[in-house]
């Protein structure tokens, strides 16, 4: 049997909200849902979530004039952590098997990303929701696309944005 091709999905923290005022939209929610299990029979599916919807390092910076700039990309990693927990429950919701892997160690909610790990968790066909961005401060959620789609080998990227954008890349 072909094996599945392992692909990656970035999701900014913005299309999780969708067209609505708040951090959150059912519908936005629902369609990343419906998008999921759409796949999931045909891919091995890793997201890499963002945080936007919550912060975003340089803006919050800008907001309180932050003298340790540092501290507003590890807020803006930890936001990513909360975003992969919620899509990680709405994705069970509809009986989707998912885990939370995490850049950064918070023990009583995600499992720390270990690229060996991640690749088993998609060969038992798991999702996996890759949170944290790469762990590193100055870079975004969009380096942590390129990185784990490298070391993951996958052979698709796809990109979704709150304009429904949607690039794929090798
Ligand atoms: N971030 C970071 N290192 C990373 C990934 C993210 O410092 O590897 C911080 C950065 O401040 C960024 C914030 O986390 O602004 C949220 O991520 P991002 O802006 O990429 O989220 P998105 O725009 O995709 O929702």
Known sequence: MLEKPRVLLKISGETLSGIGKYRYGRQALNAITAEALSVVDQVKLAIVIG?????????????????????ADYAGMMATIIN???????????????????????KPVA?????????????KGRIVIVAGGTGNPDVSTDSAMVLRAHELGAKLVLKGTKTDGIFDKD
Do not use: F, P, T
């Open 51 to 71: 945080g936007g919807n919550i912060i975003r390092g340089a803006e919050l910076k800008e907001e309180i004039g932050l003298k340790d700039s540092i501290v």
């Open 84 to 106: 992969a927990i919620i899509l990680q429950d709405v994705l069970e919701e509809s009986d989707l098997e998912v885990r939370v892997m995490s850049a950064i160690e918070v």
């Open 111 to 123: 499992e720390v990303y270990i690229r060996r790990r991640a690749i088993r968790h998609l060969d």
